[in-house]
């Protein structure tokens, strides 16, 4: 089992800057990738950006390429998504999800934690 648990989300302005967290515990030397996804209101849940606890890989959705960076420290388990340029668009509940290797279907969910930006 993995256990994740998101910080850092809060009410901005466009233009800001905000830093969420996402610190896993468990067996996250299981897992595959890390991500983080969105839901805003009324809307499904889209793929923002993942990276690997080992290596340099990392992906982003186009929506966020350029502003948002994906990032993780290994010693604290912990994987950060740092969000530039902030925008009302990106106003939504942000989820960290950890990958199942295997199956490559994200198995592990946050509780989420809300982002809102007012223009």
């Known amino acids: 089992q993995v256990q994740l648990v998101e910080s850092g989300g809060g009410l901005v302005q466009a233009g800001d800057s905000l830093r969420l967290s996402c610190a896993a515990s468990?067996?996250?030397?299981?897992?595959?990738?890390m991500g983080w996804f969105r839901q805003a209101p009324g809307k499904e849940r889209t793929f923002v950006a993942a990276i690997r606890w080992s290596g340099t890989f990392t992906y982003y959705a186009d929506s966020v390429k350029g502003r948002f960076t994906i990032s993780r420290d290994n010693a604290k388990n912990t994987v950060y998504l740092q969000m530039n340029s902030l925008k009302p668009e990106d106003t939504a509940v942000y989820y960290c999800?950890?990958?199942?290797?295997?199956?490559?279907?994200?198995?592990?969910w946050g509780q989420g934690t809300q982002v809102t930006v007012s223009s």
């Open positions: 468990g067996r996250t030397f299981s897992t595959g990738l």
């Open positions: 999800a950890a990958q199942n290797p295997v199956s490559y279907d994200y198995d592990y």
